[in-house]
């Protein structure tokens, strides 16, 4: 038990409501207002922990008086059993000592430094007095009546004087740390402002671009359809129509060898297995199993017709084995016979082929060419500024959505520390 002392119980008056005063302000003035009002409630707090101080201050002065008068007096201790007066001679001096080295003087107040080191000191002397009385509190009582009301009376004034100077402190650093967040506030306003205005500039640029781009896609178009549209370019279509539909002699072509090829190809296949050849004639069999078309060549003839004769050998002397060795025979000859007209034919194909793409070629448009890929390499521009311009656009819309709650923010802080609603309009 600390002495017996302990805050008062202060009767509370219901407070009478004050509408408070509305006033518009614009973003620019609002570090002027915060520095006012952190200045006046600096003035405030100085003022009123000044004010605590000096009525604080004759406590300080009465305590020490007490702990003077204390230490004439004999408390009559030779009227008391002689142990009893030991402690409380030497609980009187343990209260004299800790007054007379524990309790000064309280430092004067000029500014929120001073404040808070007067807070440091009445703490330090109230727990020093606080402690040696709760220590000595029956000697005090029951030996020093006359003193133990007068440092209770003293001491609660001076702990809720105390509580009170802590109090404002801590209002004062809360107003500090709303002031900083609304400093902060605003420097993340002015930071989204310059990036939305470094967007801005983006978005024109890209603009300019797209807008370029686009009327370069435009006369692209345009230089294509103009081409396309002449009779040069027509001729070119034409031809290349006629390709595609000659490409159809081909497959004739290919399917007649194929049916041809097909009707020895088991005898061809053993032979490839069962034969040694040598690189050239081993490929050109496998070739010619594989796609006969594409080997039957005036320069591959003969050879063609060595693998054939061979395979013929080997059906007649039985290392080919077929299931009707005349029929096998006889299409082998077939083959051999064949291979001229197929040969003509393939060579025929190729070369008209050949004069037809020569042709088409020759017509086709180099500037139609260059055309089509300056349009593909600009379409893939366009894409990416379009992409680009709805980035920037998001990023902008973000910043314009978050302003208004920054604002909000800054609105609601400055009314905890204002009687003042304070409402933010835009900028002109």
Sequence with gaps: MVFGWGKKKEETKPAEYVKPVTKEISLSEIPKIVEELEELRKFQLVSEIKHLRNITQPMIEDLIEIG??????DLRVDDIDKHLAIIVVRGKKQVIDVIKKGVAPLPEISSVDDAIKLSSVLNQILKKIGDVLGRQTRVIHIFAKKYASHLKEN????????SEIRKLL???????????????????IKTLNNNQLEDAKKLTGINQN??????????????????????????YLDLKSDIDSFSVQKSKIKNEIDT???????????????SSLDKNQKNLLAELIKDPFDVILPQNID??????????KGIISGSISVKDVDKSLAQITETEESL???????????????TMLSELQSI????????????????????????KLETIQGDIDEIKSSIPKLVSQIEEKLRQFSNTRYTVIPSS
């Excluded at 041809?260 to 069962?274: A, D, H, M």
């Design 303 to 312: 050879s063609i017709i060595i693998i054939l004769e061979n395979v013929r």
């Design 340 to 354: 001229d007209t197929f040969e003509k034919k393939i060579s025929g194909y190729q070369d008209k082929n050949k």
């Design 210 to 235: 797209l807008k370029s781009t686009s009327e370069k896609i435009s006369s692209i178009e345009n230089s294509i359809k103009e081409i396309r549209s002449s009779d040069e370019h027509k001729k």
């Design 260 to 274: 041809q090829f097909t009707k020895i190809s088991r005898p061809l296949s053993r032979y490839e297995y069962g």
């Design 170 to 188: 801590k209002n004062y650093e809360s107003t500090k740390s709303i002031s900083a967040e609304i400093v902060d506030t605003l420097n993340q």
């Design 364 to 387: 086709a448009s180099k500037e139609l060419t260059s055309f089509e890929s300056d349009l593909a390499k600009n379409i893939l521009v366009k894409e990416d500024l379009q992409q």
């Design 155 to 162: 001491l609660e004034i001076m702990n809720s004087n105390n």
């Design 68 to 73: 003077n008068v204390l230490e004439r007096d």
